[in-house]
């Protein structure tokens, strides 16, 4: 389905920590022939800290500043595949950028599944140490919400193929006609 012939709008990725964002956003810009982004990075590329660093100094609020603009300079690219910090949707500045100017895929995962895709991470500031579990509990309650209602279409990665679900995300994309079947 890449390369087809209509030019699409950004599509932006959001979720919780651990969902695939970034790895299922990459492969699907690729297909797409959309320029990949993934906020965080960018948020660390132009501080020149990692997010762990940020929170340290800065705290939670400091970090969230800086994510809102980064998120408001990216949404007003054109041809852009986003992919979103887990709590990005808090802000509401956040949620009005993202809704103006894109597709909003809301990548679903457990909370055993995600337990198992961050556990090892030392980049999550947010679920460092003992409690990982509670935390990211107490997160999907405060998160969630939003998702489901940001979001213009969801799909589980739990316990799928990257592939699978990009080819899924493709084929959603083609029915809400924001990607077209490129003609034989």
């Known amino acids: 389905m890449g390369g087809s012939d209509k030019k699409i709008q950004n599509v932006y990725l959001i979720g919780p920590m651990g969902a695939g964002k970034t790895s299922i956003g990459r492969q699907l810009a690729r297909k797409l022939g959309l320029e990949f982004y993934d906020s965080d990075h960018v948020v660390e590329e132009r501080t020149g800290a990692s997010i762990p660093w940020i929170y340290d100094i800065e705290g939670e609020e400091g970090f969230l500043q800086r994510e809102i603009k980064v998120i408001e300079e990216l949404t007003k690219l054109q041809g852009v595949l986003l992919a979103t910090g887990g709590g990005t949707v808090i802000s509401p500045e956040n949620r009005k950028a993202l809704r103006a100017n894109g597709f909003i895929v ?70 809400k006609g924001i990607l077209q079947k490129k003609e034989k």
């Open 106 to 175: 809301y990548l679903k995962t457990s909370l055993d599944d995600q337990m198992e895709r961050v556990k090892r991470s030392k980049k999550r500031p947010l679920i460092v140490g003992a409690g990982r579990r509670a935390v990211l509990k107490n997160l999907r309650v405060e998160r969630e919400p939003f998702y489901e209602k940001l979001a213009d279409i969801s799909y589980n990665t739990d316990g799928r193929p990257l592939s699978v679900v990009v080819d899924e995300i493709l084929k959603g994309l083609q029915k």
